[in-house]
């Protein structure tokens, strides 16, 4: 069950039914809910707007259950026109609406269940989850890559809170899945940590089954249908077969079934495979347009996807007093050993030609530059550097290759890791992306880029306009308290 909304932001309703139709005739059912924000905030420039008329159509498709998370609490308590819109819409057809409202308590809690929100997947502390509980929602024990919440919500595998509980992952990387696993790995970890096997297994399938209406799914019962694990036994919990509809489709972690190419149908879904629409760039664009005594910074804080407010001397001209022998001279402003490097959004998606650029604390690199077109929510095009040049030719080469991710050091491209599918996704396995992305990280760390610190990862959320601090975003620096543009340079 899938909440596609990062396709959505580039391509919008084609993205959506890329999506759909890619995923049919697998020996893996997929089910979607549909996105509810996009784009995440006004201050986005997405590839795409999906209000509720344009939602309301993917309804007539059986593997859509309903509406995916709602993010902004905030107006949904409110009573925001659009997002009731959308709730209604959803209602009028008889589906489910997901939440996302992470601390929301009290009267808020009240009114945002009171809107029709059924679930949540972002409470970090039982109590939280039991509060919740008791308004009648249902709760999603995440354990993600990077969101993980298994530990704390333990006491919620116990009898008296299980039956209204299902396992969800959020966000798992390529590598997490192939060395730990899924909803089975959860399973694992619930079992090792002393729960019951039996309520584990039931969160993980009947339960899920039941809170998104499908029927006869998630048992092994007379009429329900044969979608069948076999495991090793309940303690290591090693899935061995897999059964699907009473078809053996996978043994031994290998799938044994012929799987249909969806290659070759790119002139179907020109917007998912044809995302960018940008002119090359060069080292002029990525120069800041301001003056002023001091310099705003994105400070970056490890372990953590917000971010703080920096607020020191400006310093423009001294960057080549800290440059590294060898390599190309550092932009006006960075300032190497303070860890401030330059950092900048391009628009990819209208040809706007809008690139918003600032300054970051924390990344660590010295010398060269990074970047992804995987920048949350609305994937534009994100590079941090040391200097201009580099940051020019890494973002062309991502543009190159309609999407991924690349790494430049003193005018040549040193890597890349194509990701054609709108900017997000590799048309080549998991395991290969593993590899590039293991390749890609060692060449970060020899740029500086710490342990500790995920390069791309990291960077894909410094444009997330719903974070607090501050973002970078392409028409400059966001304060995402207030919402509102503030200058990176001032006195």
Not at 69 to 76: A, D, F, I, R, V
Not at 91 to 97: A, S, T
Not at 223 to 249: M, N, P, T
Request: charged share 25%.
């Amino acid at each position: 069950i899938c909440d596609p909304h990062e396709i959505a932001n580039v391509a919008g309703a084609e993205g959506l039914s890329f999506m759909l139709e890619s995923s049919k005739d697998l020996p893996l059912e997929v089910f979607f809910m549909l996105p509810s924000c996009v784009p995440a905030t006004p201050l986005d420039e997405a590839g795409a707007e999906l209000n509720a008329a344009s939602l309301n159509s993917f309804y007539a498709n059986i593997r859509v259950l309903g509406l995916a998370e709602l993010m902004n609490s905030y107006g949904t308590v409110r009573n925001d026109r659009e997002i009731i819109s959308k709730i209604l819409g959803a209602q009028d057809h008889e589906r489910l609406i997901d939440g996302h409202a992470p601390g929301l308590s009290g009267r808020d809690l009240n009114a945002y269940v009171a809107a029709g929100v059924e679930s949540d997947h972002e409470c970090s502390t039982a109590e939280e989850a039991i509060e919740k509980l008791k308004r009648g929602q249902w709760i999603m024990i995440r354990e993600g890559t990077a969101a993980k919440n298994l530990n704390a919500l333990l006491p919620l595998f116990d009898d008296k809170y299980c039956d209204r509980c299902m396992l969800v992952t959020d966000d798992k990387h390529p590598g997490d899945l192939i060395e730990l696993g899924h909803i089975d790995y959860i399973i694992r970890e619930a079992i090792k940590a002393g729960k019951n096997p039996a309520n584990a297994i039931k969160m993980a399938s009947f339960n899920a089954a039941s809170y998104f209406g499908l029927k006869h799914r998630g048992a092994i019962a007379p009429g329900y249908r044969a979608d069948l694990l076999v495991v090793s036994d309940l303690a290591e919990f090693k899935i061995e077969k897999v059964y699907k509809k009473g078809k053996l489709v996978a043994e031994d972690g290998k799938i044994c079934v012929d799987v249909r190419d969806f290659k070759g149908r790119e002139e179907e879904y020109p917007r998912v495979y044809h995302s960018f629409k940008m002119h090359d760039l060069s080292a002029q664009d990525f120069i800041l347009m301001e003056s002023g005594s001091k310099k705003r910074v994105i400070e970056m804080v490890q372990g953590e996807l917000l971010t703080k407010e920096l607020i020191v001397p400006a310093n423009l001209e001294r960057a080549a007093e800290c440059a590294v022998e060898g390599h190309t001279v550092p932009a006006r402003g960075v300032e190497l050993d303070k860890d401030i490097i330059k950092i900048a959004l391009i628009e990819r998606h209208k040809k706007t030609g809008h690139v918003g650029v600032g300054f970051a604390k924390g990344y660590g690199i010295k010398y060269g530059a990074i970047a992804s077109s995987v920048a949350h929510d609305s994937h534009n095009l994100i590079v941090a550097g040391t200097n201009d040049e580099d940051m020019a030719v890494a973002a062309n080469a991502v543009c190159e290759n309609e999407g991924g991710l690349a790494i430049a050091v003193d005018g040549r491209v040193l890597s890349t890791l194509p990701l054609p599918i709108g900017g997000l996704m590799c048309d080549r396995d998991a395991e290969y992306v593993e590899d590039k992305l293991i390749e890609m990280k060692a060449q970060a760390r020899l740029l500086g880029v710490p342990d500790g610190i995920d390069p791309f990862m990291t960077l894909a959320f410094m444009a997330l306009p719903v974070i607090p601090k501050l973002r970078i975003l392409t028409k400059g620096l966001a304060d995402v308290d207030t919402q509102s543009y503030v200058p990176v340079l001032f006195d």
